[in-house]
């Protein structure tokens, strides 16, 4: 079946130490997005990549990392710089620009 | 103003009542609507795309507005497994970030 696969489901990150939240998608598309929501509230955009190699800062990328070196996946690093990750990140992707984007079912980030 | 304005509810709805939501959006160049449905502690799921002509899928029908600047969503019959947030998204050309952007929701619980 197509579709995207993030994981893990849950995280807990501990004081100072960067995580890295992967995202895998077999759905041929071109372009990725990561995606933070915090209880009660819309998402935001964090970073989003059109094509291989490249990406660009969303809304709020302060203190957050990501590649894209293959197609298929668009890994997100949360880095120790992210004073108040706890959040659920959500991954997308979409055939280009326009298009609908179909959502990975999650990480729930939280810190020890 | 924002881009996509929607408002939060929450719209609390007997069993088989007709609910209708509105969504307004800012940029008259924008071309591409949709509707998603997202549950409690789930990502978000497209509902459906809106067309210039309006379309309907079996008790939901999406409208677009362009004069306006409004796209609309009309549940009839409402059951109690509509309880969710839609999720308003419009395209924004030449927007700095995706163009896609996400309206922060609004919250429907049919009750039985």
């Known amino acids: 079946d197509g579709g995207i696969t993030q994981s893990p489901k849950y995280l807990f990150r501990k004081e100072g130490q960067n995580v890295t939240l992967s995202c895998e998608q077999n759905l041929n598309h071109d372009a990725m997005y990561w995606y933070r929501q915090d209880p009660g509230q819309g998402l935001r955009l964090i970073y989003y990549s059109q094509i291989v190699n490249d990406f660009q800062k969303g809304d709020i990328a302060e203190g957050y990392s990501v590649s894209r070196e293959k197609k298929e996946s668009f890994p997100l690093t949360v880095t120790s710089a992210q004073k108040n990750p706890t959040a659920f990140y959500l991954c997308?992707?979409?055939?280009?620009?326009?298009?609908?984007?179909?959502f990975g079912d999650g990480t729930r980030l939280s810190i020890l | 103003r924002k881009e996509v304005e929607q408002d939060p509810g929450p719209f609390n709805v007997p069993e088989g009542a007709t609910v209708a939501f509105n969504c307004t959006y800012s940029?008259?160049?924008?071309?591409?609507f949709f509707w998603y449905r997202q549950d409690c502690r789930k990502e978000p799921k497209l509902l459906m795309s809106v067309y210039s002509s309006g379309n309907e899928d079996g008790r939901f029908t999406a409208q677009l507005n362009r004069a306006s600047q409004y796209i609309s969503l009309l549940i009839r019959d409402s059951k109690l497994s509509d309880s969710a947030t839609y999720l308003c998204?419009?395209?924004?050309?030449?927007?700095?970030?995706?163009?896609?952007?996400f309206g922060k929701g609004t919250r429907l619980s049919v009750i039985a």
């Open positions: 998204v419009v395209n924004v050309p030449n927007s700095g970030n995706t163009p896609l952007v």
């Open positions: 940029n008259s160049a924008s071309q591409s």
């Open positions: 997308a992707s979409s055939q280009q620009g326009r298009q609908p984007q179909h």
